[in-house]
């Protein structure tokens, strides 16, 4: 149904009448902009999580008792550290 050209004249009839012809090059750019700035955010997004697996980044400080049990939930370890000051 999608291939048939008529699906499409239609489907381009019914978008110009809604928005009228005028309006549709500024509607064409302003989907492009915010598919560039999607593309954008996603890539930075994955670019992030390869560094947290890669484990370059996952070290937090302050956080070295606390490690991930295999289930991913966190799991506090007791570390031997001297006594505190009194």
């Known amino acids: 149904m999608l291939r048939q050209p008529w699906f ?13 012809a005028n309006k549709l090059p500024g509607l064409a750019g302003s989907v492009g902009k915010s598919l560039k700035i999607f593309k954008k955010e996603v890539k930075e997004l994955q670019e992030d999580t390869d560094v947290d697996v890669d484990g ?5 400080p302050g956080m070295s008792n606390v490690q991930q ?3 991913g939930a966190p ?4 570390q031997h550290s001297p006594d505190p000051p009194k």
């Open 75 to 78: 799991s506090h370890q007791q």
């Open 8 to 20: 499409w004249a239609v489907v381009i009839l019914l978008i110009m009448l809604l928005f009228g």
């Open 56 to 60: 370059s980044d996952s070290e937090v």
């Open 69 to 71: 049990s295999p289930t």
